[in-house]
Structures are given as structure tokens and as C-alpha cells.
């Protein structure tokens, strides 16, 4: 039988009960949300923490939410309400497409999107699609709060800009006229970890892409977006040579390693593969020929 | 601690370790062996029970993070001794080999039932996904749902006329 170490359970009841909780018991003390990442590593014992803080019950950080400029997600929005949002599937299709290959259904019912986040797997899709859109998250502590992008939220595997007595509490994506986006993932088996997935979305002005960002999962140990990538999208006309150009950036700026899932050669094919595929899509949506 | 939810419309009160999984709380503590306890890992899905209607992995969910929930266990789908319609679908549709995933596939289809009264083949497969059947039964069990759904409409579509 597989039960984590002993720890002691709070439940919070506001964002503000949950970082004063968090400000108190310092750093040996983890919020628990969904728990499916969380509390399998807790039997495991690669995660061992005093103290698990249940912030289930905070109702105030479940919605998505729209204004002039941005889409505004709070962090324990479930996977289920991310892959349902009508919202989410017009402004940022690729949403849809990662959620229908994250784990499976009954997982989805409890898995958050910030909690994705901040377990910063290096495998994760949601990392890989904030990365795409460019999201901001919004951090709170006792003293305010700060909105990090996120290359600056995802430290390294596993570890991300939160510190002991904070909580990300918000992702806000910004809304671009013209704008498309898609997510493609290759994976051993139907709701398992990628073996690759990249996402891509692009904003057009008329006939060329004004700009458009890369994410990628699960070939080294940041998901960040890639800067090259930009660069090359910004101001060029869609073609089949850009998003081979842009493939092979990509397969150039990334890390895999040999593991269960494929060789590192196998990885950066798909690298290269899956992000002519997404950007393909995210062009061809921008641009009215594909839903 | 002390925890405090309804289970199967019953309401409990016990006192439990904060590391109690939900999956053994139900079993060892409330003896309520119907919930299946499989993989350990959240990805078999035969201790899935209804967190407020919702199908959740137990084995993946503190007894605590239940406080104050509604839990449905396979115990709780026989009301009056009369068989849910997805239980009765399973038997007359030969849904279990090894009876093993039963649980947790009986509970994901009462829930798809409850949103979806009338699922394809397809939703009835994507919604069951996140559940493993060893024997590979699946034709049957998506046969039996089916057999569930056909009886709730005509029951209901008879209460209408």
C-alpha cells in the first residue's frame, strides 16, 4: 500500500487565509489542489511536506473571464471547465486541443491549471501552451502581488518563480486581433505524458504574421517559448519553407534526452515535426480556413 | 483529525489520519469494499467514486480533501433494493468478466448518464477513457451503458406521455 509520509492537513478558506497559512508554516508547507501530481509523488516520497494546505474550497479562483485586452483564468480552474470553455475554444483554440490529450477524463475533473503550473514538469502540456500565448501569472503574497511572464515563472524542472509565503492565483492571456493558435502532442498511449508536444499561435497583420510564439513540452528542462522563433515568424509571409525554417529552430533550440519514450534523435524530429504541424494549424486559423 | 461527509446519503463522522487516502477510508474504514483499490497511481480508475456527482480517483484524493462532500460508492447505486439501470445494463449485457474495473466503470457511467442522457458509442468511449479493463471487455461495458440509456429515455419519454 502506497500512503504518504504523515504531514499535517489545513483547509483554507480565502486566498488570504491560504497565504497566511503559507507565510506561517514557511517552506515546509505545499498547497494541494487537484492532487494528482502532488500526492502520487507524496507516496513516493519525492515530495515530502510538513504541511498541505487545501485550497479546494476557494470558489473565488474558479472562473474565465474576459475583457478588452485579456483573457483572465483563476489558477484552480480544472482542466474539465479549461477544455468546456466556449470562451477559451473561440480566443485560444490550442486550449482544446491540449486539453482533449492531457491524462484522461476523470483526472480532468480535478486537475487545475494553476496547479499544472506549479508542479512545472518539464513534461506538462499547459506550461507549453501558457508559454505560446505568452501568459502572465499573477502572484500574490501578504505584500500584493506581481505578474511574472513565463519564462520568469518557470525557474527550472519542477521549480517555478512562487516563493515560500506566495501563491499564483491568476494567468491572464492577452487578446490579439487576428489571432490563431494549436496544439499537436505525440504520446506512447492515449492520456500519458507527452513524448513530445508543441504548441504554436500566431497573430497576423493582413497577409504576413505580425508575430507568433513556439512552446514545447518534454525536450529538456524548461518549456519556455524560444526567442529565435519569434524572430523568424515576425513579419514573414505564411509558407510552407517558415514553418520548415521554424521547425528547425526549434529542433535546434531544445534539449531532449534518451529515455523510455524515444531516442533524443526521435525527439528532435518531432521537435521540428510537431511544430510545422502546429503552426500550420494556428496560421490557418488566424486566417478563417480552419476552426 | 476528524472528518465529517455524506457517503452514499449516510452521513459519517470519523477520525482519520490527514494522510488517509480516500480509497482506504471508504474500504477499511467504513467497510465499504465495493470501491476497488488498483494501480495506486490514478491511472486504472477502478476506485473512482462520485465526489458531488463527478467521477474522481479515490486513490488520489485525501480523505480530508472529502470533507464536507457528497461521495457516492457502487454500494450507493441500488436504491431500495431495486438496481440502478447501469447496474442492470452491466448484468444483462455481460459488462464485467473479472468484475474488477466494475466499480469504477458503473460510476463514470451513472455520472456520463446523469449530464447525457442519450451518449453515442463515441462520448460513451471517451468518457470511460480514464478506466482500465484487464479482461478487455470494453464492447460489452459500452454495450451495457447503452442498455442503461435505452431504458432511462423510454422510462422517462413513458412518464411524459
Given at each position: 500500500?502506497?500512503?504518504?509520509?504523515?504531514?499535517?492537513?489545513e483547509r483554507?478558506?480565502?486566498?488570504?487565509?491560504?497565504?497566511?497559512?503559507?507565510?506561517?508554516?514557511?517552506?515546509?508547507?505545499?498547497?494541494?489542489?487537484?492532487?494528482?501530481?502532488?500526492?502520487?509523488?507524496?507516496?513516493?516520497?519525492?515530495?515530502?511536506?510538513?504541511?498541505?494546505?487545501?485550497?479546494?474550497?476557494?470558489?473565488?479562483?474558479?472562473?474565465?473571464?474576459?475583457?478588452?485586452?485579456?483573457?483572465?483564468?483563476?489558477a484552480?480552474?480544472?482542466?474539465?471547465?479549461?477544455?468546456?470553455?466556449?470562451?477559451?475554444?473561440?480566443?485560444?483554440?490550442?486550449?482544446?486541443?491540449?486539453?482533449?490529450?492531457?491524462?484522461?477524463?476523470?483526472?480532468?475533473?480535478?486537475?487545475?491549471?494553476?496547479?499544472?503550473?506549479?508542479?512545472?514538469?518539464?513534461?506538462?502540456?499547459?506550461?507549453?501552451?501558457?508559454?505560446?500565448?505568452?501568459?502572465?501569472?499573477?502572484?500574490?503574497?501578504?505584500?500584493?502581488?506581481?505578474?511574472?511572464?513565463?519564462?520568469?515563472?518557470?525557474?527550472?524542472?519542477?521549480?517555478?518563480?512562487v516563493?515560500?509565503?506566495?501563491?499564483?492565483?491568476?494567468?491572464?492571456?492577452?487578446?490579439?486581433?487576428?489571432?490563431?493558435?494549436?496544439?499537436?502532442?505525440?504520446?506512447?498511449?492515449?492520456?500519458?505524458?507527452?513524448?513530445?508536444?508543441?504548441g504554436a499561435?500566431?497573430?497576423m497583420?493582413?497577409?504576413?504574421?505580425?508575430?507568433?510564439?513556439?512552446?514545447?513540452?518534454?525536450?529538456?528542462?524548461?518549456?519556455?517559448?524560444?526567442?529565435?522563433?519569434s524572430?523568424?515568424?515576425?513579419?514573414?509571409?505564411?509558407?510552407?519553407?517558415?514553418?520548415?525554417?521554424?521547425?528547425?529552430?526549434?529542433?535546434?533550440?531544445?534539449?531532449?534526452?534518451?529515455?523510455?519514450?524515444?531516442?533524443?534523435?526521435?525527439?528532435?524530429?518531432?521537435?521540428?515535426?510537431?511544430?510545422?504541424?502546429?503552426?500550420?494549424?494556428?496560421?490557418?486559423?488566424?486566417?478563417?480556413?480552419?476552426? | 483529525?476528524?472528518?465529517?461527509?455524506?457517503?452514499?446519503?449516510?452521513?459519517?463522522?470519523?477520525?482519520?489520519?490527514?494522510?488517509?487516502?480516500?480509497?482506504?477510508?471508504?474500504?477499511?474504514?467504513?467497510?465499504?469494499?465495493?470501491?476497488?483499490?488498483?494501480?495506486?497511481?490514478?491511472?486504472c480508475?477502478?476506485?473512482?467514486?462520485?465526489i458531488?456527482?463527478?467521477?474522481?480517483?479515490?486513490?488520489?484524493?485525501?480523505?480530508?480533501?472529502?470533507?464536507?462532500?457528497?461521495?457516492?460508492?457502487?454500494?450507493?447505486?441500488?436504491?431500495?433494493?431495486?438496481?440502478?439501470?447501469?447496474?442492470?445494463?452491466?448484468?444483462?449485457?455481460?459488462?464485467?468478466?473479472?468484475?474488477?474495473?466494475?466499480?469504477?466503470?458503473?460510476?463514470?457511467?451513472?455520472?456520463?448518464?446523469n449530464?447525457?442522457?442519450?451518449?453515442?458509442?463515441?462520448?460513451?468511449?471517451?468518457?470511460?477513457?480514464?478506466?482500465?479493463?484487464?479482461?478487455?471487455?470494453?464492447?460489452?461495458?459500452v454495450?451495457?451503458?447503452?442498455?442503461?440509456?435505452n431504458?432511462?429515455?423510454?422510462?422517462?419519454?413513458?412518464?411524459?406521455?
Open positions: 500500500m502506497q500512503v504518504p509520509a504523515p504531514f499535517e492537513y483554507a478558506t480565502s486566498v488570504e487565509h491560504a497565504i497566511a497559512l503559507r507565510e506561517r508554516l514557511g517552506e515546509e508547507a505545499r498547497f494541494v489542489a487537484g492532487g494528482h501530481s502532488l500526492l502520487p509523488m507524496m507516496k513516493l516520497r519525492l515530495a515530502n511536506p510538513e504541511y498541505l494546505i487545501d485550497i479546494n474550497d476557494l470558489s473565488e479562483l474558479f472562473y474565465i473571464s474576459e475583457d478588452a485586452n485579456e483573457v483572465r483564468i483563476g484552480m480552474t480544472r482542466h474539465r471547465d479549461l477544455l468546456d470553455s466556449e470562451l477559451l475554444a473561440q480566443h485560444f483554440p490550442i486550449f482544446r486541443d491540449a486539453e482533449k490529450v492531457i491524462a484522461d477524463p476523470v483526472v480532468r475533473n480535478r486537475g487545475t491549471l494553476g496547479g499544472s503550473l506549479c508542479q512545472a514538469d518539464p513534461s506538462e502540456d499547459l506550461s507549453a501552451v501558457c508559454a505560446a500565448l505568452d501568459a502572465a501569472c499573477v502572484i500574490k503574497s501578504t505584500s500584493g502581488e506581481r505578474v511574472v511572464s513565463m519564462a520568469d515563472f518557470h525557474v527550472g524542472p519542477y521549480e517555478t518563480a516563493g515560500d509565503a506566495e501563491m499564483l492565483t491568476e494567468i491572464r492571456i492577452p487578446l490579439r486581433p487576428n489571432s490563431g493558435s494549436a496544439y499537436e502532442k505525440v504520446e506512447r498511449r492515449a492520456g500519458d505524458w507527452a513524448i513530445v508536444s508543441s499561435a500566431v497573430w497583420d493582413g497577409d504576413v504574421i505580425a508575430n507568433g510564439r513556439v512552446g514545447l513540452a518534454a525536450v529538456g528542462p524548461n518549456t519556455t517559448s524560444i526567442e529565435t522563433v524572430a523568424a515568424l515576425s513579419g514573414a509571409a505564411p509558407s510552407e519553407e517558415l514553418y520548415q525554417t521554424v521547425g528547425d529552430i526549434a529542433a535546434a533550440n531544445c534539449s531532449p534526452q534518451t529515455d523510455q519514450r524515444g531516442t533524443a534523435a526521435y525527439k528532435r524530429h518531432l521537435a521540428m515535426e510537431l511544430t510545422r504541424r502546429s503552426l500550420r494549424r494556428a496560421v490557418a486559423r488566424a486566417t478563417g480556413q480552419e476552426a | 483529525m476528524q472528518v465529517n461527509m455524506t457517503v452514499n446519503g449516510q452521513e459519517v463522522s470519523e477520525e482519520i489520519e490527514p494522510r488517509h487516502l480516500l480509497v482506504h477510508f471508504i474500504r477499511d474504514q467504513l467497510g465499504l469494499t465495493g470501491t476497488h483499490w488498483g494501480c495506486d497511481t490514478s491511472n480508475g477502478t476506485c473512482v467514486v462520485l458531488d456527482g463527478e467521477p474522481v480517483k479515490s486513490c488520489s484524493t485525501l480523505a480530508a480533501m472529502a470533507g464536507g462532500h457528497q461521495i457516492t460508492t457502487v454500494e450507493g447505486l441500488e436504491v431500495d433494493g431495486e438496481l440502478d439501470p447501469v447496474q442492470e445494463g452491466f448484468m444483462n449485457c455481460h459488462g464485467l468478466q473479472c468484475g474488477f474495473c466494475t466499480p469504477g466503470m458503473m460510476l463514470t457511467a451513472r455520472a456520463l448518464l449530464k447525457n442522457p442519450d451518449p453515442s458509442e463515441a462520448v460513451i468511449r471517451e468518457a470511460i477513457s480514464g478506466q482500465i479493463c484487464r479482461c478487455t471487455g470494453y464492447s460489452t461495458i454495450r451495457s451503458i447503452h442498455w442503461a440509456a431504458k432511462e429515455t423510454k422510462v422517462s419519454l413513458g412518464s411524459a406521455s
